[in-house]
């Protein structure tokens, strides 16, 4: 089938009721997709959404797109694909209703031909609507990708090619290719189904055909098994890609039809003794996990971004993340495939019970099915999915009907993938709040975020206790990996209670990674961790801050940042791709950075008393380069594995420390601040394993600096240009920010603007913000080919520019 990006032309504006007249100011503008609705509407203190959503307001869209239908068109099957509608999308054509889908996360496909006027103009609209419906930002709007899809009518359909390898050896790999073939004409039609298999490398390695006769209405389904010799294994260390192309012709050898479909080479195993092994060798999963949202472009997904994210956690030490809480974009799962990251797709936050007012549980019971069929049909091919989870914290799983539906879902994904893991991120405290009498008085009146927080030590008592162990015995018994948010304190006492069990961390604090982390390489039956969060992301606002209590009027607010908090602040990677300080920690207590890392508290903050919660990360940042007077007290942190660390100013010594694993990989000194050059020298043995340096800043200048110099011209091209304030070494200061101002010459436009800061104003359209750290990320989307030349000011200094070439 011929697959088109119908990302252009459209408008978007308000839906209004019948009765219902348009604002003045509200009309619909032009837009391509993929859009988010919200992320450009202004926040406010009194948002209903409040701080889930980052304090940014619902809504309900219309997007609105005039299309040529040619007469040519009327022998055809003609489809709309929707990657993903946030939320309760109602599609309609030429003002005839066609589909609705409720889940904001699920791809869906709309057959036109009924409603079609051929060798006309054609007006497609799509509803979405956004309220109270997530605890996290998520958008609005048709914000994934969407296709026109036309073929024959005889033809193999979107997703209709599935590839298995069961049978793989050192020799050959037996790969199985099922291809199904639709027919929706009245009569019966004989076709023919060519494969041919492609190495990594382009070469052709495999080939076979078959006759497939197609009734009319009944699909048919052609299958092969293909022997692939000496097969290149796809891993996280190397990803290697196949493909197969599946070739349908008519019988006079007319082609009707062709798809092709990448796919990796791999074998699983999961048990207590090994854990979970790829390919025979064993992985520890260093998970991240990371909502959907791509921070200054709102909830857009654009293929380019999605790349971008799975490339940078990769290389800041992941090989895994978690799709928190829905299921992940096409576009990920490529970017994983290709980078060689694995992937838990998680397929809801909710079940039966909600969890804010008018989310998916409403919807849930009539659309699992469903859901669950668009899940496995989007990933099956990709050698990046390990496995699927069923859901995450569900408030149900702890009573014996919420289990029921547990092993429903289970069997479900089991029958239509049984090559794939099953978990769930069970969190037994928050599914045993009611039963929990000694402590509901005190838990009634928080948020369960705010109550995590506070209990600490007891938590991890509570979440072992055998309460909680036989309320979710079942819910647990009906998984392949036991997925415990927040449950450590169970890893060690389930592998006596429970000896067939395999767990993983799906969810954990990022402050504890080095003793979590202990456990997982100590424990075989735990496979590993994933961090709450990997990326840093819109709503949740402030859970992860930083409070310093002694501003005058503060308020403890729990995990609730007040307006005018937009980001959660508790990714190892802002939303601009910069690693923060905790991110090179982790890489030390990963085993994956031998040289040492300097993190300096901010200066102007010595001393003051902050909050904080078991998200947040200290206010640190690796910087020399202060506004401070000479002999301010600072706190410089090294983070190492050797077994000590010196640390030196201009030459001299301010002091060795302990370090490594028995110090949580950390030194911590009290020195000065002096203008000059600070480097920390680990040693084990006495013997130097790694040094880090840190210079103060001499002269500033601005500096646009483009990732890549040329990018494509599709809907999933993107080109991101990092604006600093930076000297002639690069150095970049932490206390200088500045507003800057973006403009754009050539084919293309500004598509986002912004900055880690969590606490603000500013919005993400442009064309100014202002700093962070010295650093903004500006992001550009092609509209035409050509050189797109980006022009960055600041008062002050001679003005930045950087040239893209798309192509």
């Known amino acids: 089938m011929i697959r088109l990006p119908f990302a252009d032309g459209w408008t978007v504006g308000p839906k209004l009721g019948a009765f219902e007249a348009l604002a003045a100011g509200s009309e619909p503008t032009p837009v391509t997709l993929p859009h988010d609705a919200i992320r450009d509407l202004p926040r406010s203190a009194d948002s209903v959404q409040g701080v889930h959503a980052g304090y940014h307001p619902g809504g309900v869209f219309e997007y609105a797109k005039t299309f040529d239908v040619p007469i040519e068109w009327r022998d055809k099957s003609v489809q709309l694909e929707f990657e993903g509608v946030y939320r309760d999308a109602a599609v309609y054509l030429n003002g005839e209703f066609v589909a609705h889908r409720p889940n904001g996360y699920t791809g869906f496909t709309v057959h036109l031909d009924a409603y079609l006027r051929f060798g006309d103009a054609n007006r497609v609209t799509v509803e979405a609507r956004s309220h109270k419906d997530s605890r996290w930002y998520s958008g609005a709007g048709i914000y994934r990708p969407v296709h026109l899809v036309i073929g024959h009518p005889v033809h193999i359909p979107l997703d209709g090619v599935q590839v298995t390898t069961p049978d793989i050896d050192a020799e050959r790999a037996i790969v199985v290719v099922s291809t199904t073939v639709r027919n929706t004409t009245r009569h019966s039609r004989e076709t023919r189904v060519t494969w041919t298999v492609s190495a990594p490398g382009g070469e052709l390695v495999a080939t076979a055909s078959a006759p497939v006769t197609v009734l009319p209405g009944e699909p048919a389904t052609a299958r092969v098994r293909l022997a692939v010799e000496g097969p290149q294994l796809w891993s996280s260390d190397s990803p290697a890609l196949y493909s197969v192309r599946s070739a349908l012709t008519g019988t006079e050898g007319a082609d009707l039809d062709d798809d092709t479909t990448v796919f990796g080479i791999r074998t699983l195993q999961l048990d207590p003794r090994h854990g979970l092994r790829i390919n025979g060798e064993t992985v520890k999963l260093r998970g991240a996990c990371v909502h959907h949202d791509n921070g200054p472009l709102g909830a857009a997904t654009i293929g380019a971004a999605e790349d971008r994210r799975i490339r940078l956690l990769k290389a800041a030490g992941f090989n895994a993340i978690r799709s928190a809480h829905n299921p992940v974009s096409r576009a990920m799962l490529d970017a994983c495939d290709r980078h060689g990251v694995l992937v838990m797709d998680e397929l809801t936050d909710v079940w039966t019970e909600s969890k804010t007012a008018f989310d998916y549980s409403l919807a849930f019971p009539d659309w699992w099915q469903r859901d669950a069929a668009a899940l496995v049909a989007k990933d099956v091919n990709h050698p990046s999915v390990i496995m699927y989870s069923i859901g995450n914290e569900i408030l149900e799983l702890a009573t014996p009907i919420g289990s029921t539906w547990g092993r429903r879902l289970a069997e479900e994904l089991r029958r239509l993938d049984p090559t794939r893991f099953i978990t769930n991120g069970i969190n037994g405290i928050i599914a045993n709040l009611d039963r929990m009498a000694e402590a509901q008085a005190e838990l009634a009146a928080k948020d369960p975020n705010t109550m995590m927080a506070e209990m600490g030590e007891q938590m991890a008592l509570m979440n072992a206790s055998e309460l909680v162990s036989r309320s979710i015995e079942e819910s647990a018994s009906v998984l392949d990996i036991v997925g415990f948010n927040y449950g450590d304190s169970r890893y060690e006492p389930d592998a006596e209670a429970f000896p067939h069990r395999v767990i993983v961390g799906s969810e954990t604090f990022p402050e504890r990674i080095d ?70 920690w982790r890489e030390i207590v990963f085993g994956l950075r031998a040289a040492p890392y300097i993190a300096v508290h901010r200066p102007q903050h010595h001393g003051r008393p902050t909050a904080r919660t078991p998200w947040s990360w200290d206010d640190a940042v690796s910087s020399w380069t202060w506004d401070a007077a000479p002999g301010a007290s600072v706190t410089v942190d090294v983070y190492v594995a050797a077994d000590e660390v010196e640390l030196l100013l201009d030459g001299v010594s301010v002091g060795v420390a302990p370090a490594g694993r028995d110090h949580r990989f950390r030194a911590r000194f009290e020195t000065e601040y002096h203008p000059g050059e600070l480097v920390a020298v680990a040693r084990t043995g006495g013997v130097e394993t790694g040094r880090h340096i840190l210079r103060t800043a001499g002269e500033l200048s601005l500096v ?83 050189e797109i030349t980006l022009r960055a000011t600041v008062d002050g200094l001679p003005p930045a520019s950087v040239t893209l070439t798309a192509r």
């Open 515 to 584: 003793a979590l982390w202990a456990l997982v390489e100590r424990l075989p039956h735990v496979i590993g961790d994933y961090t709450w969060t990997g990326w840093d992301y819109l709503g949740e606002a402030g859970i992860g801050r930083i409070d310093y209590t002694d501003v005058e009027g503060y308020v403890a607010t729990g995990t609730t940042g007040p307006y005018p908090y937009l980001l959660a602040e508790s990714g190892d990677i802002d939303i601009t791709g910069h690693r923060r300080t905790v991110s090179y």
């Open 704 to 786: 646009a600096r483009a990732e890549s110099p040329t990018m494509g011209v599709d809907a999933d091209a993107l080109g991101f240009v990092a604006v600093t304030l930076e000297d002639a070494a690069g150095v970049v200061p932490c206390d200088a920010d500045v507003l800057v101002t973006v403009t754009v010459e050539g084919p293309g436009v500004l598509a986002g603007l912004g900055t880690g800061r969590a606490r603000t104003e500013e919005g993400f359209a442009g064309p100014s913000v202002t700093t962070y750290d010295g650093r903004a990320l500006a992001i550009v989307r092609p509209t035409g080919p050509g």
